[in-house]
């Protein structure tokens, strides 16, 4: 089945710990995003790749960090200067230009212990 | 300003009514425009495309757009319980690169 997979599902973040969550899809995509959703709010974006090898810094990039070293790969680095990070953190797919619609995966659940 | 914005809501409307969401966004030069339904705990998932102006009908479904007006409306015909979810209004930005996501509508069909 084609689509997009994260993992894990529910992740605990220790005070001072980088955590990294999965994103891989098998839809043959060029492009791909993260997403972080708060609770009651809409969804914003972290970063943004439109091809292996390049990423772009999306509106609430400070405390990330992400790699693009397989079109199929998109993982997200929660790192410790990220004061704030529970969330619920979505991972999206689409081919790049202006009529595109995003795939989604299921999400990551990210608290502080 | 926000770039996209929506009424948090809640919105409640009794089964079989009409519901209406609402979107207003900021960069007159966006191309495409998006409605997706997002169920708690859930990721979101497309339900309507709209590129141009005037009105875009799927099923109970009906999409529509003012670029005039910076506004985009969802309708939902025959409401149903199942169709209590958040409703995100998204707007692909100008160049095409980012797409920017409203709060979102909460909606409550009631039966």
């Known amino acids: 089945d084609g689509g997009i997979t994260q993992s894990p599902k529910y992740l605990f973040r220790k005070e001072g710990q980088n955590v990294t969550l999965s994103c891989e899809q098998n839809l043959n995509h060029d492009a791909m995003y993260w997403y972080r959703q708060d609770p009651g709010q809409g969804l914003r974006l972290i970063y943004y790749?439109?091809?292996?090898?390049?990423?772009q810094k999306g509106d609430i990039a400070e405390g990330y960090s992400v790699s693009r070293e397989k079109k199929e790969s998109f993982p997200l680095t929660v790192t410790s200067a990220q004061k704030n990070p529970t969330a619920f953190y979505l991972c999206?797919?689409?081919?790049?230009?202006?009529?595109?619609?995003?795939?989604f995966g299921s999400g990551t659940q990210l608290s502080v212990l | 300003q926000k770039e996209v914005e929506q009424n948090s809501g809640p919105l409640s409307v009794p089964e079989g009514a009409i519901a209406s969401l609402n979107c207003t966004y900021s960069?007159?030069?966006?191309?495409?425009f998006f409605w997706y339904r997002q169920y708690s705990g859930k990721s979101p998932e497309l339900i309507m495309s709209?590129?141009?102006?005037g009105d875009k009908e799927d099923g109970r479904f009906t999409a529509q757009l003012n670029k005039a007006s910076q506004y985009v409306s969802l309708l939902i015909r025959d409401s149903q319980p199942s169709d209590s979810a958040t409703y995100l209004c998204a707007v692909r930005n100008t160049g095409g690169f980012k797409t920017i996501f409203g709060a979102g509508t909460r909606l409550f069909v009631k039966a």
């Open positions: 709209i590129y141009s102006n």
């Open positions: 960069d007159r030069g966006s191309q495409s």
């Open positions: 790749s439109q091809i292996v090898n390049d990423f």
């Open positions: 999206a797919s689409g081919i790049p230009g202006g009529a595109e619609k995003l795939f």
